[in-house]
């Protein structure tokens, strides 16, 4: 069955290496823990299975804009999804819940925070769940390098739902985080599969560079293909994407900062190959289908080898070869940890800020609890005379310790939903005739769905077809829903800040200074990690990635810059090439297993055969057939 599904909705013939056996143990009712490197296909581990039982599966992510991009590649596959995030309205959230209850949907993505709402705790209860995802499972482990306390509250949500069993994602986890996962999410003798990290098309380099813009250029000079650069902040996304410009490369820059709108047509470009080179903040790449990037380059160094791996991985996901180039100076080094310091506030500036937080939006001890509000900080700064800097870094540790949420506009486009019957619906175009043509437009452009839940709208497609200007349009929308004929809910332009608890009086927020200390402590011990993976000159790049997740190996790469200077300084001998020509003159002449290529030069030289078969192997000079023989490539 879960064949049938596979080639029914993503048609596929056949599932990716451990896809089918996770699958299996979830369909068997067992708590699963799946680790599969980035690029290796964790949301069909959840999917298919989900797809092959009755009832919701409930997927729990912290990824506002990854949630929102399953969603819409789910639907593009006929598939029912909904997601429940901050900036919806009651009401929207109301008719997601009540579609799971009573409707077809299958897969709803929610944010962690929201599982303790009391709307979504009762609503639950009705609803027939199949299975619990939780994806990036990282973020519930202290020790993750992604650490969200709402994912804390899981274990407790899942009493709701004893029987169902739970699937736990995440594509990068070392050993000490595993075990972490497993204990905070109480699951029951799990079931855990986890996938090499090794990727055997991903060439893995490190340079030291002093100007790096221009190393840069050479390597997309010599590197043909899609290719991503990251870069630590927004500004640097400009300069860089308008060098490559100006030195004939097309190129675009992606940040959270640009509208929602630019970003969309931004990643379509790059997406379609109308962009050659995308220069992003790590903002970009999160959930994006592109299997044919050639090539990422990091200008900048993330803080960590997790986030490094995941973003590296996004090349070369079409199982073709691939490059990972990572540059750095003694500059960035030492920045690296010049921004854990600055991470980390005085506990005196996060109750500051809090409550300066709580005076802007005038909030009592007590409410607030998931409101949403917009959000500028360089206003909020310039009011309460706070330093924009630390106050940035201090959100940044409030959301950290599950106090807010700041998240940019995610909110795409605008929403409608039309909250009377046809029959109110008619009587309203009779009596105000004004908007008769406008609701007949309406309905022609989004169907009948408008009456069942939001749909999202294009105020300038609708004025386009109603021969009339934006903002008529936006006023005719909010004249409607200022009756209460629909929700008319406006595209939002500013960030969002939600409280995630009931306020708290500053002075007694229960801050978890020992906890800060630690993660403080272990960021600096992943920045160290970062120095020694850049700086290491010897060993295969990717053991060390494989080491740092816990994966010990003697296999190398053969690929990495540090595999090919091995290789260069071992140069083949006069006897080594004169062995390689015969290899390859038997072949020329037909394919041969490698026991008869190797039996061909005696037993004196087996070894020396059998390594340099290695080597053609290795240098794709030759290739083996499904018949276990040896020919050359074509």
């Known amino acids: 069955m879960i064949h049938e599904i596979l080639k029914q909705y993503w048609n596929y013939d056949s599932f990716r290496p451990l896809q089918e056996d996770i699958i299996n143990a979830v369909l068997a009712k067992r708590d699963t823990l799946a680790l599969l490197p980035t690029g290796g296909?964790?949301?069909?581990?959840?999917?298919?299975?989900?797809?092959?039982?009755?009832?919701?599966?409930?997927?729990?992510?912290?990824?506002?804009?990854?949630?929102?991009?399953?969603?819409?590649?789910?639907?593009?596959?006929?598939?029912?999804?909904?997601?429940?995030?901050?900036?919806?309205?009651?009401?929207?959230?109301?008719?997601?819940?009540?579609?799971?209850?009573?409707?077809?949907?299958?897969?709803?993505?929610?944010?962690?925070?929201?599982?303790?709402?009391?709307?979504?705790?009762?609503?639950?209860?009705?609803?027939?769940?199949?299975?619990?995802?939780?994806?990036?499972?990282?973020?519930?482990?202290?020790?993750?390098?992604?650490?969200?306390?709402?994912?804390?509250?899981?274990?407790?949500?899942?009493?709701?739902?004893?029987?169902?069993?739970?699937?736990?994602?995440?594509?990068?986890?070392?050993?000490?985080?595993?075990?972490?996962?497993?204990?905070?999410?109480?699951?029951?003798?799990?079931?855990?599969?986890?996938?090499?990290?090794?990727?055997?098309n991903l060439s893995y380099s490190a340079f030291f560079e002093e100007n790096k813009d221009a190393r840069l250029l050479r390597i997309l000079q010599n590197v043909q293909g899609s290719a991503i650069v990251y870069v630590r902040n927004?500004?640097?996304?400009?300069?860089?994407?308008?060098?490559?410009?100006?030195?004939?490369?097309?190129?675009?820059?992606?940040?959270?900062?640009i509208p929602t709108k630019q970003r969309g047509e931004k990643q379509e470009a790059w997406i379609h190959n109308r962009v050659r080179v995308m220069v992003s903040t790590n903002a970009f790449g999160m959930g994006i289908d592109k299997p044919d990037v050639r090539v990422v380059v990091h200008i900048d160094l993330p803080d960590n080898l997790e986030a490094y791996y995941q973003e590296a991985g996004r090349a070369g996901r079409d199982k073709l070869k691939a490059y990972a180039v990572a540059l750095y100076s003694q500059r960035d080094l030492s920045e690296l940890h010049r921004n854990?310091?600055?991470?980390?506030?005085?506990?005196?500036?996060?109750?500051?800020?809090?409550?300066?937080?709580?005076?802007?939006?005038?909030?009592?001890?007590?409410?607030?609890?998931?409101?949403?509000?917009?959000?500028?900080?360089?206003?909020?700064?310039?009011?309460?005379?706070?330093?924009?800097?630390?106050?940035?870094y201090a959100l940044k540790l409030l959301e950290e310790e599950g106090f807010v949420q700041l998240s940019d506009a995610y909110n795409s486009t605008s929403k409608i939903h039309i909250t009377v019957d046809n029959r109110a619906l008619y009587d309203l175009q009779l009596k105000f005739p004004q908007y008769d043509s406008f609701i007949k437009l309406l309905l022609r452009m989004y169907g009948g769905e408008v009456f069942t839940q939001f749909v999202h709208i294009s105020e300038t497609a609708i004025s386009q077809k109603h021969y009339t200007l934006e903002t008529d349009v936006i006023k005719l929308l909010q004249g409607l829903h200022d009756m209460n004929v629909l929700v008319y809910d406006k595209q939002r332009d500013k960030p969002q800040l939600c409280f995630l608890t009931p306020r708290f009086d500053a002075a007694l927020?229960?801050?978890?200074?020992?906890?800060?200390?630690?993660?403080?402590?272990?960021?600096?011990?992943?920045?160290?990690?970062?120095?020694?993976?850049?700086?290491?000159s010897t060993r295969c790049r990717t053991q060390l990635l494989q080491q740092y997740f816990g994966e010990i190996t003697d296999v190398e790469c053969g690929i990495c810059d540090n595999c090919l200077e091995k290789k260069k300084k071992s140069a083949p001998s006069p006897e080594n090439i004169q062995l390689r020509n015969e290899i390859l003159k038997l072949l020329k002449l037909s394919p041969l297993t490698p026991q008869q290529l190797v039996a061909a030069f005696g037993l004196k030289n087996e070894q020396a055969a059998i390594h340099t078969i290695r080597e053609l192997l290795e240098d794709e000079v030759v290739i083996y057939e499904a018949e276990g023989t040896l020919r050359l490539r074509k």
């Open 509 to 536: 927020m229960p801050i978890n200074t020992l906890a800060i200390q630690e993660k403080q402590e272990t960021d600096f011990q992943r920045v160290e990690a970062v120095t020694k993976y850049v700086q290491h």
């Open 41 to 200: 296909g964790k949301s069909l581990c959840f999917q298919v299975p989900a797809l092959a039982q009755d009832g919701v599966c409930i997927v729990v992510t912290p990824l506002i804009a990854l949630m929102k991009d399953q969603v819409e590649q789910l639907k593009r596959r006929k598939i029912m999804a909904a997601a429940i995030y901050s900036g919806m309205n009651w009401y929207e959230i109301d008719i997601v819940l009540d579609n799971c209850i009573h409707g077809n949907t299958k897969f709803l993505y929610v944010s962690p925070e929201r599982l303790r709402t009391d709307i979504f705790l009762a609503r639950v209860k009705l609803m027939k769940v199949n299975l619990l995802a939780i994806d990036e499972a990282h973020c519930i482990s202290q020790w993750g390098y992604d650490f969200r306390p709402p994912y804390l509250q899981i274990a407790e949500f899942r009493k709701l739902i004893p029987d169902v069993p739970l699937i736990a994602l995440t594509a990068s986890a070392t050993k000490p985080v595993k075990i972490d996962i497993c204990a905070k999410l109480e699951m029951r003798q799990p079931a855990v599969f986890q996938d090499s990290f090794a990727r055997s």
């Open 234 to 257: 927004r500004r640097r996304t400009k300069e860089i994407s308008d060098w490559l410009n100006r030195n004939g490369i097309r190129s675009e820059f992606y940040h959270a900062g």
């Open 340 to 392: 854990v310091e600055q991470k980390y506030p005085p506990i005196e500036l996060l109750r500051r800020v809090y409550q300066a937080l709580a005076n802007y939006y005038q909030i009592p001890v007590g409410g607030g609890e998931l409101e949403n509000f917009d959000f500028d900080l360089q206003d909020f700064t310039g009011i309460f005379g706070l330093p924009l800097s630390e106050t940035h």
